[in-house]
């Protein structure tokens, strides 16, 4: 799974029928503390996600694994919202204290 | 499969149904001298890892495979920790 942040939604009225009623958020990708890496790309949200929130997101079939996405054109999703993350005995990320 | 270090480990406090309570971990992708080979990600463990241990990692659909249920959404799990790996030196 990556990590990312939500950096932002999508609204999008024209789509494929199996996207309809589903949340589409853009997320950045981060580094273990939370620090923006560059790449950006659209994922489903399947656990309420909100902005700023880092999260965990499944690329590819597995982005299909959830009761929301299962049959639907998804290649992304986001699957966990992240609470800490600690690297080398350290916490090097926090919700709500974000990037150090 | 491919080799990774375990760096660390994430605690996520919602998750997607069938995710409650799993182990996830904080891999950094190593090459066959150790050597970093890639940015962090985050997969769920199979096989009881933890920080320090050189593991090696199954990515797509296959990796809910290796958990109990098939139908997760994750994408990547430590499937084995490693004695040894590389050249043989």
């Not at chain 1, 700023?52 to 290649?75: C, F, H, I, K, Y």
């Given at each position: 799974m990556k990590l990312g942040s939500v950096v932002g939604m999508v609204v999008s009225t024209v789509k494929d029928q199996g996207l309809q009623g589903l949340k589409l958020l853009v997320v950045e990708d981060c580094d273990p503390g939370g620090r923006g890496a560059g790449s950006r790309y659209v994922a489903v949200d399947a656990v309420g996600a909100g902005m700023g929130e880092m999260v965990l997101t499944a690329a590819g079939s597995s982005a299909r694994q959830t009761t929301l996405t299962?049959?639907?054109?998804?290649?992304?999703?986001?699957?966990a919202i992240v609470e800490i993350v600690e690297v080398a005995g350290e916490v090097v990320y926090r919700k709500g204290e974000g990037p150090e | 499969m491919r080799a990774a270090v375990v760096a660390g480990a994430v605690v996520a406090a919602r998750v997607a149904a069938g995710l409650e309570g799993r182990k996830l971990l904080v891999l950094v992708p190593v090459d066959a001298e150790d050597g970093v080979a890639g940015t962090p990600f985050v997969a769920c463990d199979a096989v009881g890892a933890g920080p320090g241990s050189r593991v090696m990692w199954v990515g797509g659909?296959?990796?809910?495979?290796?958990?109990?249920?098939?139908?997760?959404?994750?994408?990547?799990?430590?499937v084995g920790i490693l004695e040894r790996h590389g050249g043989g030196r």
């Amino acid at each position: 799974m990556k990590l990312g942040s939500v950096v932002g939604m999508v609204v999008s009225t024209v789509k494929d029928q199996g996207l309809q009623g589903l949340k589409l958020l853009v997320v950045e990708d981060c580094d273990p503390g939370g620090r923006g890496a560059g790449s950006r790309y659209v994922a489903v949200d399947a656990v309420g996600a909100g902005m700023g929130e880092m999260v965990l997101t499944a690329a590819g079939s597995s982005a299909r694994q959830t009761t929301l996405t299962a049959n639907r054109p998804v290649d992304s999703v986001i699957m966990a919202i992240v609470e800490i993350v600690e690297v080398a005995g350290e916490v090097v990320y926090r919700k709500g204290e974000g990037p150090e | 499969m491919r080799a990774a270090v375990v760096a660390g480990a994430v605690v996520a406090a919602r998750v997607a149904a069938g995710l409650e309570g799993r182990k996830l971990l904080v891999l950094v992708p190593v090459d066959a001298e150790d050597g970093v080979a890639g940015t962090p990600f985050v997969a769920c463990d199979a096989v009881g890892a933890g920080p320090g241990s050189r593991v090696m990692w199954v990515g797509g659909k296959e990796a809910a495979l290796a958990l109990d249920r098939g139908d997760l959404p994750v994408d990547a799990t430590c499937v084995g920790i490693l004695e040894r790996h590389g050249g043989g030196r």
